[in-house]
C-alpha cells in the first residue's frame, strides 16, 4: 500500500483557513486521494477525494500537485468543530479499503 | 446522507466471555462492510473486509478465529469477540461502502469494548 506522510499536529484559529499536507511520493497511477477525519470518541466521517484535478465541495478543497506527489486539504473558515484527527489516504480505484496512517491533529482555537 | 449504526455503543465483559458487535447500513445496502480496532491514541488497523453471503478476508496478524464475522445480509454486519481478555479491549468501528470500487466509506460511531 503506498504510504502517505502527514505533520503530527496543527494549530489554527478559528475563522482562519487551514492548509493541512500530505506527502504520497510513491503513489500510483491508480491510486485516489481520500481525506478522511474523526472527532474524539466518534468514527471517521468523509470528507473529500480526488484523482487528478482539485476538488471542492461543501466541507473542504483538495489541492492535488501537478506531479501527485503531494496534496493539501483545505478548510477555508476553520471553526472549533473542524477539531479532529485528519487522514490522507491513498486506495487504488478497483479496492475499497482504506490504511489509515498516523493523520494531522487539528487544533482550532477561539 | 448514508448512515450506519453499531449497538452496543458501550460493553464490558469478563475476561473469557464473547461479546458480539453489530453493524448495520440503515438506509443503504452495503455491498462491502469492514471492520477496524483502534486503540487509545493511535490511528484505526483495519482488520477484516466482509462480503454479503462470502467468507471474510481477514488482515495479516488477525485471527480469524478469534474474530468472527458474520455478514448475512446487504445491511448487517457482525464482529464476536471470542474469548475475550483484557488486550482486547479497544474501540471496534465498523464502515459500509455501497459498491466495490465506491468513492465513500460510511463509518459507524464505534463501539468501546472493555474487558476486565
Known amino acids: 500500500d503506498a504510504k502517505t506522510t502527514q505533520p503530527n499536529s496543527m494549530e489554527s484559529n478559528e475563522e482562519e483557513p487551514v492548509h493541512l499536507p500530505c506527502n504520497h511520493s510513491?503513489?500510483?497511477?491508480?491510486?485516489?486521494i481520500h481525506w478522511y477525519r474523526q472527532l474524539p470518541s466518534q468514527g471517521p466521517e468523509y470528507v473529500i477525494h480526488?484523482?487528478?484535478s482539485n476538488v471542492n465541495n461543501r466541507m473542504a478543497s483538495l489541492a492535488i500537485a501537478e506531479d501527485r506527489k503531494s496534496s493539501t486539504l483545505i478548510l477555508h473558515r476553520a471553526t472549533l468543530r473542524d477539531a479532529a484527527v485528519y487522514y490522507c489516504i491513498l486506495s487504488p480505484y478497483n479496492t475499497d479499503k482504506l490504511i489509515f496512517g498516523t493523520g494531522t491533529r487539528l487544533q482550532v482555537f477561539p | 446522507g448514508a448512515v450506519v449504526s453499531q449497538h452496543p455503543s458501550r460493553v464490558i465483559c469478563k475476561s473469557g466471555t464473547s461479546v458480539k458487535i453489530e453493524c448495520r447500513s440503515l438506509?443503504?445496502?452495503?455491498?462491502?462492510m469492514f471492520w477496524y480496532r483502534q486503540f487509545p491514541k493511535q490511528s484505526l488497523m483495519l482488520m477484516a473486509t466482509s462480503n454479503e453471503g462470502s467468507k471474510a478476508t481477514y488482515e495479516q496478524g488477525v485471527e480469524k478465529d478469534k474474530f468472527l464475522i458474520n455478514h448475512a445480509s446487504l445491511t448487517l454486519s457482525t464482529l464476536t469477540v471470542t474469548s475475550a481478555h483484557p488486550e482486547d479491549s479497544s474501540f471496534y468501528i465498523c464502515?459500509?461502502?455501497?459498491?466495490?470500487?465506491?468513492?465513500?466509506?460510511?463509518f459507524g460511531p464505534g463501539t468501546r469494548l472493555t474487558v476486565l
Open positions: 510513491t503513489i500510483s497511477g491508480t491510486d485516489y
Open positions: 438506509d443503504f445496502q452495503a455491498t462491502t
Open positions: 464502515s459500509a461502502s455501497r459498491a466495490i470500487g465506491a468513492d465513500t466509506q460510511y
Open positions: 480526488g484523482l487528478t
